[in-house]
């Protein structure tokens, strides 16, 4: 794997990870697996809100994962890697089922209320 930001001339930077994959791991992985996975956390919108550290953190994590893996024939990055909370817990986590969407907005609401009950508007 190589890490390179680029020229930074223009104001944007190119894609951070580029992958030399050697003839005997090509075999085990898909050249479309190398370009999704180059896609997913080189790009500049991952890099910028995740940082150039759990970028390549992340691809080293899903390379090893899917080399390691005898049942992960990996085509596309996993989606444990990809996303982690969604891949845990679908499209809502557990707090968003517990306690709905605004959780505080019903307390705030309820509270507000009782005040203006007690003390008038």
Do not use: H
Request: one cysteine or more; charged letters at 20%; hydrophobic letters at 35%.
């Amino acid at each position: 794997m190589v890490v390179d930001k680029g020229s930074q001339s223009k104001g944007t930077i190119a894609n951070i990870l580029n992958f030399n994959v050697g003839e005997g791991v090509k075999l085990s992985l898909p050249n479309q697996f190398w370009t999704r996975l180059q896609n997913t956390f080189g790009n500049n919108f991952f890099v910028r809100d995740n940082g150039e550290d759990v970028a390549i953190l992340r691809a080293v994590d899903t390379i090893d994962y899917c080399l390691r893996d005898e049942l992960a024939y990996c085509v596309d990055v996993p989606m444990q890697f990809k996303n982690p909370s969604k891949a845990m817990y679908g499209d809502q986590d557990p707090a968003t089922k517990a306690l709905g969407a605004e959780p505080g907005k019903q307390i705030f609401d309820s509270i507000s209320s009782g005040v203006e009950k007690v003390f008038g508007s």
